[in-house]
């Protein structure tokens, strides 16, 4: 009789065996996905979409030698009524960012902002670029540089909107000679440079802060713009309201304005950098000549800040932070805060309990049930059970340690990830559904690794079964990972913005918590004596064993079909029945393995060079933006930032639900709570709009929007009415609890 396989050594066996459908079904020609990441680079440096196209300027006349000073800028050509944003992109949007990869001994200064212009939308406006700009940042070559030619690597990503927005990304490389000059677009820069605002003194300006507005006051504009009305761009963002009415005058030489403050202000600044130029109509490029930059000094004092909007957070670890805040007074200055031990304490212990509930989670089953199979493989042997529990132990902290560590770098280079990243890849999902269906075929008998497999590797886990059981932790915590924002969200949440040894402490706790059960039933001798003795009931159980793998295939093929539409599921599936049929041929002897075999093999790679490309391209159609709930005048709706404001704006509360199809929580939340008529009765009671960010492929607007409160995974529910603080609502959803809130508006 064979014994079942653990899942660790079904995944290291079935890296030969899969490598055929697997390669061919994802082949290097369909769209590469990095962690869910979609980058954007086109031939000659150039990227262009729907809205913009993007190139990488350069102007060197004087070449790129020691001591030079080189001049590069992103030039962003937008399509009508498109534009992107300015470092202070107002109300609603995300400045243009460039990340640089520069040899040694070279540097890259900031951007050269050109002046922007004000796109009101309704009440609400953004400050940004339409037309053709330039975005230039000057590179300062050092005098110990050394080589024929500077090599430049840009990755840039904006934003760009109309009444929707779009985020893209495009990566760009110049290599730009020492000697001789590269001068085709000065003409450009010498237009950028004009259109940057000059700094000019101060003076008698000041900024005087009144109950509800700030009354500006700036001497020293030139004498030219005398009588024309004015616009003026804060480069601190958060402390006006941009679109709100307000009013401007001249008094002579001394130019005046009064403008509402934003009622979520945070910042009480000492003085603020204030551009100001001469308004104008949309259309007219960057901005006018000789618009004039000032560090304004504020005189008087600020009226109250708004409090940060809250969050609410399960009761434990509220009361723990209650607490926290209680003994923060009785810290003596320059000691230890007990209020940072105390919260990362509370975030710890949220760790271990979301880790131990997450083995009660669907996603979690299959590895569950493996590895019960594993523990009756060995009946009694208390001494295999302690190695295989303290392996499979170390396999999933330090898989969980390693995630972490990955999200944190990522993050800290700009990546706009969230927990559970891994299942936002097209690729990473048909590579988890390929692996379970060949273990699931396994399991039901279809095929043995010793008919397949040359028998050195086909006697892995016998000669290994330390290292299998700690593949079996290390797959474990890649499946079992989307799951835990229902228990981590706070913690997750909380652990991104600690320093890096104490975010680590925290992942590493959770998947102490995921393991726990496992280390305690092979530690103690109890648990070993309770299991039954190997036999032929084994042989059933490993059949039975294969339903669970199936089923999580199911679900994978789901999230795929969410990912890359109907045609990229049934590609993936049409692939996989390939490939069980190859696996099966080479299970056969003789004769019919060589010509089964051979044809089945043509038939996988024909069908992976035909439909393989469709597993990894994004659906041609979106699903509908408007879901209908079956109440009159209310559906759900896409979310966006633009969406939500102007919602806002019309005095509407919305709620934001945060969701993405690999989420298991998320799903049943919707079917359940979400769908409940008397929750939907009561949101159109109130007037409450529905909108619904969706989180399944990777999308950097609404992981900012998920850190802005708090968190770092699905599912959030957040609900927002102007003038009140964000109430964020528990992850596993109750009709009771989001009828509540709804009351509360």
Request: aromatic letters at 8%; one cysteine or more.
């Amino acid at each position: 009789m064979t014994l079942p396989l653990s899942l660790a050594a079904r995944a290291r066996r079935l890296l030969f065996a899969a490598l055929g459908g697997l390669t061919l079904g994802l082949p290097a020609a369909a769209p590469a996905q990095t962690l869910g990441a979609i980058m954007s680079a086109a031939p000659a440096g150039v990227f262009q979409s729907d809205q913009t196209r993007a190139e990488l300027l350069a102007h060197a006349p004087d070449g790129a030698g020691p001591g030079r000073t080189v001049w590069l800028g992103l030039r962003l050509d937008h399509a009508p009524h498109w534009h992107t944003y300015w470092k202070n992109p107002g109300d609603s949007g995300l400045p243009t960012e460039l990340r640089w990869t520069l040899p040694e001994g070279v540097s890259a200064g900031e951007i050269h902002w050109p002046t922007p212009r004000k796109f009101p939308i309704g009440t609400l406006a953004n400050y940004g670029y339409d037309g053709t700009v330039v975005l230039p940042v000057p590179l300062k070559v050092s005098d110990n540089f050394s080589g024929n030619a500077l090599d430049v690597k840009l990755q840039a990503s904006w934003l760009v909107c109309r009444q929707e927005c779009i985020p893209e990304e495009a990566s760009f490389s110049l290599s730009l000679p020492v000697q001789g000059g590269s001068a085709g677009h000065g003409d450009l820069f010498a237009a950028m440079r004009e259109a940057r605002p000059r700094e000019q003194p101060a003076g008698a300006s000041q900024l005087v802060p009144e109950d509800g507005f700030l009354r500006v006051a700036l001497d020293g504009l030139p004498a030219a713009w005398r009588g024309r009305d004015l616009e003026f761009f804060p480069e601190l963002g958060g402390v006006i309201e941009p679109g709100a009415a307000w009013t401007q005058a001249w008094d002579g030489a001394r130019w005046t304005a009064r403008v509402p403050l934003s009622p979520q202000r945070f910042d009480s600044p000492a003085s603020m950098d204030l551009v100001v130029a001469p308004a104008r109509p949309a259309g007219e490029g960057p901005g006018e000549p000789g618009a004039r930059l000032a560090a304004v000094p504020v005189h008087g004092s600020w009226p109250a800040a708004a409090p940060l909007p809250t969050a609410t957070v399960p009761d434990a670890l509220q009361a723990a932070l209650d607490a926290n805040a209680a003994r923060a007074s009785a810290v003596p200055p320059g000691g230890a805060t007990p209020a940072s031990a105390l919260t990362l304490g509370a975030a710890l212990l949220g760790a271990l309990i979301g880790g131990l509930i997450l083995n009660l989670m669907p996603c979690v089953f299959p590895v569950l049930a493996i590895k019960v199979t594993g523990f009756a493989q060995h009946g009694g042997d208390a001494r295999a059970h302690r190695a295989h529990g303290l392996a499979y132990t170390a396999g999933v902290v330090l898989s969980f340690l390693a995630l972490g560590g990955l999200l944190l770098a990522l993050r800290a280079a700009g990546e706009q990830l969230g927990w559970g990243f891994q299942l936002q890849s097209p690729a990473v999902v048909a590579a988890l559904a390929t692996l379970f269906t060949l273990i699931g075929l396994n399991l039901a008998g279809l095929f043995e690794f010793g008919n397949v497999l040359p028998s050195r590797l086909a006697t892995l886990q016998a000669r290994h079964p330390t290292a299998d059981a700690f593949l079996t932790g290390v797959l474990a915590t890649a499946v079992a990972s989307p799951c835990t924002a229902p228990f981590m969200g706070a913690s997750l949440g909380l652990a991104i913005a600690l320093p890096a040894p104490q975010a680590l402490a925290i992942f590493g706790v959770l998947g102490l918590g995921m393991a726990l059960p496992y280390l305690l039933a092979s530690a103690v001798p109890a648990v070993a004596r309770a299991l039954p003795r190997p036999g032929p009931w084994m042989q059933r159980f490993k059949q039975f064993m294969a339903f669970p793998m199936f089923a999580t295939v199911v679900w994978l093929l789901w999230v795929l079909g969410q990912q890359s539409g109907i045609d990229g599921a049934a590609a993936l599936l049409m692939l996989l029945v390939a490939l069980a049929l190859a696996i099966w041929s080479l299970g056969l002897s003789g004769r019919g393995r060589v010509v089964m075999g051979g044809l089945s093999l043509a038939a996988l790679l024909a069908l992976a060079v035909g439909i393989g490309p469709s597993v990894l391209r994004a659906p041609e159609e979106a699903a509908a933006a408007r879901t209908d709930t079956g109440v009159a005048g209310l559906a759900w709706e896409a979310w966006s930032p633009q969406r939500q404001a102007e919602l806002l704006a019309q005095g509407r509360p919305v709620f934001v639900d945060f969701t993405a199809a690999w989420c298991v929580t998320c799903q049943y939340n919707k079917r359940t709570t979400l769908a409940d008529a008397r929750v939907l009765g009561d949101a159109a009671g109130k007037n409450v709009a529905l909108l619904r960010a969706d989180w399944t492929r990777r999308d950097p607007t609404v992981t900012q929007a998920l850190a802005a409160l708090g968190r770092n995974g699905v599912p959030v529910y957040a609900l927002y009415k102007t003038g009140q603080p964000v109430q964020v609502l528990t992850e596993v959803l109750s009709v009771d609890e989001v009828r509540a809130a709804l009351a509360a508006l």
